[in-house]
């Protein structure tokens, strides 16, 4: 039976880490909290005590932690020195490209594969089985990471070399804070203008305003019955992880020296919705604050 260790059991690893043990694979779980540790219990995953001891006989190492400093911490003082050199290792969590390369260098230097595969999706994707995974990675080592991953994925696509994931899941994100901004900004200026919204959307869903934030996701409540602007903007994908991707690929820009306005625009923006106290709701849900009203607490 394949061996998973998962570490990091929160909102998303808790259903990804079930998923594995749904798949029949024998998954031993860590986590800090023992909440979660507890819940991966129930869910068919068997508890470890620690880090080292979740990877001694691993095939594979699955982390989803919150940031870049937890990974590289957890990888030079836990992963590396105790998982067999045979364990494939796969960080999902999202965090910045330098440190994705940095583990990738040191993992590759002890003689480890690695792959960054963060993901695309929130909890329901997760807890579905359904999340989009971008990975980074050697070329020999895709199909290994694809096999591994499939329990918790709708679709695996690999963007390139070590740190290509999170590369693509940032310019992915930062793609999606500035169109949601467009959308929110363009119903606002309708609105002024006498404009009925539902008109609106039939209108720029049918030329050249069309996008996903517009037709998949429409921050105006009402034409699309599945977006959370129809749920009082609950759920979904929340305004604090939308600025903590804007936030990576402003950093990313900034180092690699690209020119990167309205992703910096789009970061200021959400920093103040999350300000002044959206940080818990939906990221379409900054349609509210450019119509001038406050979020109305969760
Ligand atoms: P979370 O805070 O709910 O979970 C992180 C877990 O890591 C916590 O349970 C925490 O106790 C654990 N942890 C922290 N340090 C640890 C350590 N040293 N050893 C073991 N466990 C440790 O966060 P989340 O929402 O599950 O997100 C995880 C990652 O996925 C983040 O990088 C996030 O940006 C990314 N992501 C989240 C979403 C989402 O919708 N929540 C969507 C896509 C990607």
Not at 29 to 56: I, N, P, R, T, Y
Not at 178 to 185: D, L
Request: one cysteine or more; hydrophobic letters at 45%.
């Amino acid at each position: 039976m394949t061996r998973v260790a998962f570490i990091g059991l929160g909102n998303m690893g808790g259903g990804m880490a079930a998923n594995q043990a749904k798949a029949g694979r024998e998954v031993m779980a860590f986590d800090l909290s023992q909440a979660a540790l507890d819940k991966a219990a129930g869910a068919g995953c068997a508890k470890a005590a620690s880090v080292a001891e979740a990877v001694k006989t691993a095939d594979a190492v699955i982390t989803m932690l919150p940031a870049g400093p937890h990974v590289r911490q957890v990888y030079a003082e836990q992963i590396l020195p105790n998982a067999p050199k045979s364990a494939l290792l796969i960080d999902s969590s999202t965090i910045d490209v330098e440190s994705a390369r940095a583990v990738a260098a040191q993992a590759k230097a002890a003689g480890f594969r690695f792959a960054d595969a963060p993901v695309s999706g929130g909890t329901a994707a997760a807890d579905a089985g359904t999340l989009a995974f971008m990975v980074g990675c050697d070329e020999a080592d895709f199909a290994a990471v694809e096999e591994m991953i499939a329990p918790m994925s709708r679709v695996t696509m690999r963007a390139g070399d070590h740190g290509a994931g999170q590369a693509a899941k940032i310019c992915n994100n930062m793609v999606l804070g500035i169109s949601m901004i467009g959308v929110c900004e363009a119903f606002a200026l309708a609105e002024k203008l006498g404009l009925e919204g539902e008109r609106f959307f039939e209108i720029a869903s049918k030329s050249s305003g069309q996008c996903w934030s517009l037709t998949s996701y429409c921050p105006f409540p009402g034409p699309v019955p599945t977006a959370p602007s129809n749920r009082g903007y609950e759920g979904g994908f929340a305004t604090a992880m939308m600025l903590k991707d804007l936030k990576l690929a402003q950093d990313a820009a900034a180092k690699a020296g690209a020119a990167t306005p309205l992703g910096g625009a789009a970061e200021g923006l959400y920093a103040l919705f999350d300000r002044l106290g959206g940080g818990g709701k939906d990221f379409s849900a900054i349609l509210e604050m450019l119509r001038g009203n406050a979020p109305q607490a969760s």
